[in-house]
């Protein structure tokens, strides 16, 4: 295996964590492991343990202190697995000081090269600014032999680009943040490869998915270019977060992250095909407060998000209402935005999530969200903008009873 002899040039001691769960334990982590210590190293195995039976382990403080108790001196933290694995690695490197490394064990989400970590603070999902792993690996044949819910999920997680850049350059015209053409494209040029014979992935073919691995990991490297999750976490992204933040609340199982992020983001494009095509006679400034019955104990953390927003809606209702602002933005939007037939189309034949019943939710449960998923975090996406031309709430029912 060349994953130690690649990192060995990166680091300077000999002493890992491999952290894995008992099913990445059978399908990568022991030879993982093993590698390491035919090369001389010292390796410490961690098993992240499920919080109840049938529950996958959670990416949140309560995990992180639960492992560096007791966790031994390391050069490096070797995550085996997908995206809290990955999570979870990176925070104890940024706990310890010490770099991360990844070997992948399924084509599922964006995160491995980036230097986010999507985490649950009292009980809000939060982004962790860390550092990107020194190195990422995987096989193609254990990214083939992964759970197929798994291979969809991460492509629900890489079609997100096509909401989530249009969010991102909309922040650049109405707010001036930065925005890279670049961070947001690296990845278009694998995308023919899994989205025009979507039925590929659902077939485990070897091309497909590990262009669909390649395309993810060149995401993450936008997020790194960027510094930040917006090349391609935006409006879609927090339905998804919101879904997991009440299941957490509740006690109940979620879905796996991307799989909720692919029906976010047709639900996101739908927003925009409306929202461009309004003319709106005023703009909505004032939201009012966060909807504390849903959010229930959350609502202390959840309202703290939403008031970092405020002043945003602020200045967006005062740049909009300047003359010609709404056409340009427009104009700017209108070619990043593709159709949410074409997405949904992709996911249904891919064998992915594409409906509130694919992801055990009622469309009752994905109107909620649609619906409050702004206010849990601060950043400015279609679900705002909706909101302040006035599609939403109104148009709720028919998006849900229509894309949902």
């Excluded at 210590?37 to 919080?51: Q, S």
């Excluded at 694919?358 to 409050?372: E, K, N, P, Q, S």
Aim: aromatic content about 6%; some cysteine.
């Amino acid at each position: 295996m060349a994953f130690p002899a690649a990192l060995a040039g990166h680091v300077k001691g000999r002493r890992a964590v491999a952290l894995m769960d008992t099913r990445t334990r059978v399908a990568a982590g022991e030879r993982v492991a093993q590698a390491f210590r035919d090369l001389g190293w010292e390796v410490t195995e961690r098993i992240v343990p499920d919080p109840a039976p049938g529950v996958s382990p959670v990416c949140d403080r309560a995990t992180v202190d639960t492992l560096l108790a007791g966790l031994p001196p390391a050069d490096v933290m070797v995550a085996v697995g997908s995206g809290v694995l990955c999570d979870l690695a990176k925070w104890l490197a940024l706990e310890r000081a010490v770099p991360s490394a990844c070997v992948a064990t399924a084509a599922s989400m964006n995160g491995y090269s980036s230097p986010v970590i999507a985490a649950a603070i009292h009980g809000v999902k939060t982004v962790v600014q860390a550092r990107p792993p020194l190195v990422v690996a995987a096989a193609p044949s254990v990214l083939c032999d992964a759970p197929h819910a798994m291979t969809a999920a991460g492509l629900g997680d890489v079609v997100a680009r096509w909401s989530s850049s249009p969010d991102w350059r909309m922040d650049r015209e109405l707010f001036g943040d930065y925005y890279c053409a670049d961070a947001v494209s690296l990845a278009a040029g694998l995308e023919h490869l899994y989205m025009a014979d979507p039925e590929a992935l659902r077939n485990r073919s070897q091309p497909a998915v590990q262009a669909l691995f390649e395309a993810l990991l060149l995401t993450g490297v936008g997020m790194t270019m960027a510094g930040s999750s917006a090349p391609a976490s935006g409006g879609e992204h927090l339905i998804s977060h919101t879904l997991d933040m009440l299941a957490l609340r509740d006690h109940r199982p979620h879905d796996l992250h991307g799989r909720q992020v692919g029906i976010g983001t047709v639900l996101a494009l739908e927003l925009y095909r409306r929202v461009l095509a309004t003319e709106p006679s005023r703009w909505i400034a004032e939201q009012g407060a966060i909807d504390e019955r849903y959010w229930g104990a959350l609502s202390a953390a959840v309202r703290a998000e939403y008031d970092g927003k405020r002043k945003r809606y602020a200045e967006a209702g005062e740049k909009l209402s300047r003359p010609g602002a709404w056409d340009r933005l427009r104009g700017t939007l209108h070619p990043m935005v593709r159709p949410p037939s074409d997405i949904r189309d992709c996911l249904r034949r891919a064998g992915a999530a594409w409906r509130a019943e694919d992801i055990g939710r009622t469309c009752d449960d994905v109107r909620g969200a649609l619906l409050h998923a702004r206010e849990m975090r601060s950043r400015f996406t279609i679900l705002d903008l909706a909101f302040m031309t006035g599609v939403l709430p109104g148009a709720a029912g028919a998006v849900i009873e229509e894309w949902a």
